[in-house]
């Protein structure tokens, strides 16, 4: 459904303080967030890879407690991990998407009511944490990240799905052209606008993306936190043909490639520069 909102207009704020931001953009927010989730498609693919990768770090499939910070209302995600045998808390920081997440999962113990900057849970009690679209979306990176560490036991990883201002296919969180690449002071331009005055400019998100990382710039975000061992996507598939797509030999191709990326810093750096918005972080 497209909608159709006032722009530029210095009417908008003729009866209304600046500070109270775009009429009606947290129903806006809801209602388009909503209709996305519905358009998705089966997610369960990209779950399961993710846990595969973990299982690559730690033996997840024993975790006792696995953390997922920002849900969302309609927790697809947690389900999938409950139907994988995983034990799963979800954490969300909007009142009524807590609600719904209940709702969709028949548990009123599944999701609780927090902040990734504030985490309502006691220290050491998780064996992963799962934040995925969520960090370029905080007040404050370096405290959700002192937060994760904090909530998990000693040998525990964070998987951090997030944005990467160097990939030449950017992602889809700001429909401007080329606006991972922007000047910071431009961004933050393009935020205020959106905020105010264009709600379309960012999908109607009364939360837009704020933080655009690299790689190298999560590493070293996660050891100001106090993590130590980094590792991305591409460290953690096993380069054997049947880990990929295609005919015999564009898989072989394929196996190849990633062994060289696997062991060559350089192709490694190269790779990450598109590939760098995933991140898992080990505790020590």
């Known amino acids: ?114 902040r990734a900057e504030e985490l309502p849970n006691e220290s050491e009690s998780q064996d992963a944490v799962i934040l995925e679209s969520v960090l370029e979306h905080v007040d404050s990176v370096g405290r959700s990240l002192a ?7 000693p040998g525990g990883v964070a998987y951090i799905g997030t944005t990467n201002r ?28 959106q905020l105010h005055y264009e709600p379309s400019m960012a999908n109607f998100s009364d939360r837009p993306a704020v933080h655009w990382f690299t790689y190298a710039e999560l590493c070293q975000l996660g050891r100001e936190a106090g993590f130590f061992q980094f590792y991305s996507q591409l460290d953690l598939k096993r380069p054997e043909p049947e880990n990929f797509s295609g005919g015999d030999r564009t898989r072989r191709l394929k196996a190849k490639a990633l062994r060289r990326v696997q062991k060559n810093p350089w192709l490694r750096a190269l790779a990450l520069s598109q590939r760098g918005g995933a991140i898992f972080m080990m505790k020590r």
Not at 6 to 28: A, I, M
Not at 59 to 78: Q, Y
């Open 147 to 153: 937060e994760i560490h904090r909530v998990l036991v």
């Open 1 to 114: 459904m497209k909608r159709r909102v006032g722009k530029n207009s210095n009417l908008t704020y003729r009866d209304r303080r600046l500070s109270e931001g775009y009429p009606g953009l947290d129903v806006l927010s809801l209602e388009t967030f909503e209709e996305t989730l519905a358009r998705q498609p089966d997610d369960t693919w990209r779950v399961r890879a993710i846990v595969e990768y973990l299982d690559r770090l730690i033996d997840i499939r024993a975790a006792r407690s696995v953390l997922l910070v920002g849900c969302g209302p309609r927790p697809e995600a947690m389900r999938i991990l409950r139907e994988m045998g995983l034990s799963v808390l979800g954490v969300e920081p909007v009142r009524n998407f807590v609600v719904a997440a209940r709702r969709y999962l028949n548990d009123e113990g599944a999701v609780v009511e927090g």
């Open 166 to 193: 160097l990939r030449l296919v950017p992602d889809a969180e700001f429909n401007v052209r080329f606006f991972p690449w922007l000047p910071n002071a431009v961004k933050e331009s393009y935020v205020f606008q």
